[in-house]
């Protein structure tokens, strides 16, 4: 969710600008300093005791904080600081809530996640951002296509984890996944039809794939044998069919 869209959109915009790269450093540690922040708030409001991993963390964050406030003066420099300002709230506002979440044990909520595909495939704005300084109209069609797949994932994914435990308990699973699961299926349908009528049978088709491949693992999740998979390879199944749906994506989107 947080690479796929920003090379996307660095193969959409056919050239390589050399801000890319702090784009790339900035949101990186963007992403990696959420976990020591975990440690730390843990620390400050759940840990009774000193932990030894707190000072690590203290030190890893301090280090991605100044590579990211390195990459993001870079950005402001280069292309201005009014573009990133909204970039900029919003990824400090979404790792001040997944850290919260994270310190109350609440980070597996569904919401919470399809949250997280919505803000972290926003690296595909941020790319664009780097390196015009402005989002073309594919970039925020990009940006929605690929927060829509991730989303509709995130719940195929819940619906087999509420399976997987129904199955170790004996007890009925909760539909309220499934359901979601395939509510997100019926908004992909929805968006194919949508882009074939406006004559993008690339991007029609991309969203078809996916919709074939989720509710392929919402059929086989009815299999006792099936839940048995190691979540790695359902992992890896599902990065799959991210990179070809996305592949499929760019190739719709190149025209514009």
């Known amino acids: 969710m947080l690479l796929t869209p920003f090379f996307a959109a660095a193969i959409l915009l056919r050239r390589v600008y050399w801000t890319e790269f702090a784009a790339l450093a900035a949101m990186a540690c963007a992403f990696a300093i959420k976990d020591p922040l975990i440690v730390m708030g843990r620390q400050r409001f759940v840990w009774t005791e000193q932990h030894a991993e707190t000072r690590a963390a203290t030190r890893s964050a301090a280090i991605e904080f100044l590579v990211m406030a390195a990459a993001g003066l870079t950005l402001m420099l280069a292309r201005g600081w009014r573009p990133f300002l909204p970039l900029f709230i919003g990824a400090g506002a979404f790792t001040g809530l997944a850290v919260t979440l994270h310190v109350q044990n609440r980070q597996r909520s569904e919401w919470f996640q399809t949250a997280s595909a919505f803000a972290l495939t926003a690296t595909s704005l941020t790319a664009c951002l ?123 989107l190149w025209s514009l």
């Open 130 to 252: 780097a390196a015009t300084g402005a989002v073309p109209e594919w970039g925020w069609m990009l940006w929605v296509l690929c927060a829509i797949e991730a989303a509709a994932g995130i719940f195929v994914v819940h619906a087999r984890l509420d399976a997987r435990i129904a199955v170790r308990t004996g007890k009925a699973a909760p539909a309220g996944n499934r359901r979601g699961a395939f509510v997100c299926q019926g908004v992909l349908i929805g968006a194919a039809a949508y882009f074939a009528w406006a004559g993008r049978l690339m991007i029609a088709a991309a969203l078809l794939v996916a919709t074939a491949g989720y509710l392929f693992d919402l059929m086989r999740q009815r299999r006792t044998e099936s839940l048995q998979l190691p979540l790695t390879s359902v992992g890896m199944q599902a990065l799959g069919l991210s990179i070809v749906y996305t592949g499929m994506v760019v190739a719709g």
